[in-house]
């Protein structure tokens, strides 16, 4: 942690955002929208916004969430489920205003050839703005998505419209595409020998078995690695990772990170 | 007409332009929050805790959050003495806001070693001994808790130090008054309270504690109380100034602790949910001050009427 560098060298703010809708996917999976111009301007693939819940009373710690899309004025979040924040996150309603601090974190950076998106359940949600970018790039672009199971396989469409075809989905359960975790899949595509770098977010377990794929191939794989933070801005070494460094904080240092340099 | 407000104190030599600093590991060295807070405005910036050779850390998870409050054990992570003097320090002196440098140590020789080394940098404008952090094995803590231990290590320090000298103190002890009076004794020009009170938390789903290192600091408008109220028996029992802390998220929090003795305030761990917090409970001292026709902010200092 030497450089010290606050953000990715535009300036962070906060911003009031308020609720649009907070729609449920799925089996513990919401879509929150919030109208959060200055926001939706300034975010960049990969990177998150840190949320105040709007009257969580007691709870003095803002949520870092990465942001799915930014479309006109508003933010898109996809969420899921997984402790006190989130469940209550649940019940905000539409016109409830949170406080947001963006644009924070140093998100996903485009490769020179083609790219390979592997996101791994809720982990889809913070590829999907970066697929965008690379769509629009006119770069060459294959996204693998795995879930559960197919009701759990929630940003697939939207994923489908941006690619013009399907994107490769592996279920745990068999339900829907490949029987089994995405890994199988990504190993057949890492097979064909024409990627040039690995953008993988998702449950640790499935980023390091990536990454090993990844590095196996011989291709170069970046990870997203979001903790639990407190400050958001890099000040309170909450959310620091392990890498060949040292420790290293995933807020500001991060959240993406080359696999190669996390130790895991 | 507004009156204007004196907001400058001075606390045990240093002269602050209001009354407001962060509380140290809270705010890095300031740059991180630069862009929510006027750093130059600042009554002081007190910079995370550093040690001689900077230290790893504890594990992960560091943090929990607890009702109004939340827990840390971060184990006083930081790049060494001499990152600060050559990184963190340079831009301080450019935002021309004093820099209070947070020193701790694992071992009496480390503390003295590390003053000794920013005796010589030379831009500090003053130090915080940290005996009081609860995150650290054989250090901090240990020494802030008994008095003959918190002689030596503030005598020892003093004799380091020409700047002012706060020395920051544990409220996990008995009686936070035999500390503060050691402390003042062999040499403190301040003291500041209070640091983290030791607390954990448990998932009782996994049975596990929510931290790596299962205890740590709690910080937050949750311990507001304690630490009023011994900064107001501090005040009781001590000359030197106080340098107040503990669950201070606005202005009327600050005035608060002033009015128990404080002569000046730290903000901590409401940076996390506001970042704007140090900046409004400047502006909202003054405006208190205004309101209450108080011309000058030192008239709050132990104002409190019992």
Known sequence: ?264 | MVMAVNMQVNLGGLVMANPVTDASGTFAAGREYSDFVNVAGMGAVTTKGVSLNGWEGNESPRIAETPSGMLNSIGLQNPGVKHLCEVDLPWLKSQGVPAIVNVSGHSLEEYVSVVEALEEDGQADAYEINISCPNVDAGGLTFGTHVPSVERVVSACREAATKPMIVKLTPNVTDITEIAKAAEASGADAISLINTLLGMAIDARTRKPVLARVVGGLSGPAVKPVALRMVWQCHNAVKVPILGMGGISTATDAVEFMLAGATAVAVGTANFTNPHAVDEVIAGIEAYCEEQGVADVNDLIGGLQC
């Open chain 1, 1 to 264: 942690m030497c450089e010290c560098e606050a953000h990715n060298g535009t300036p962070a703010f906060e911003e009031r955002a308020c609720v649009v809708s907070n729609e449920n996917l799925g089996p513990r999976l919401y879509k929150i929208t919030l109208a959060a111009p200055k926001t939706a301007a300034a975010i960049r693939p990969g990177q998150f916004v840190h949320m105040l819940l709007p009257g969580f009373g007691a709870h003095i710690l803002r949520r870092p969430f990465s942001v799915y899309a930014a479309k006109g004025d508003n933010v898109e979040i996809i969420y899921q489920t997984v402790g006190e924040g989130t469940a209550y996150l649940t019940e905000v309603e539409t016109g409830a205003v949170c406080s947001l601090i963006s644009p924070l974190g140093r998100g996903w950076q485009p490769s020179e050839g083609k790219s390979l998106i592997v996101g791994g359940g809720v982990g889809a949600a913070p590829l999907f703005m970066f697929t965008e970018q690379l769509v629009r790039e006119g770069r060459e672009v294959e996204v693998v998505l795995g879930a559960q199971t197919a009701s759990m396989m929630v940003t697939r469409d939207d994923y489908a419209s941006l690619l013009g075809r399907d994107p490769i989905v592996a279920t745990d359960d068999g339900s829907l595409g490949y029987a089994g975790f995405c890994t199988e899949p990504v190993r057949e595509e890492l097979a064909r020998g024409d990627y040039s770098a690995v953008y993988c977010c998702g449950p640790t377990p499935l980023m390091r078995a990536v990454a090993a794929i990844a590095e196996e191939a011989g291709v170069p794989c970046w990870v997203s690695m979001e903790k639990r933070m407190a400050c958001g801005v890099g000040a309170c070494l909450s959310c620091v990772v392990e890498t060949q460094a040292g420790k290293r904080r995933s807020c500001v240092d991060g959240p993406v990170f080359n696999a190669k340099e996390l130790v895991w």
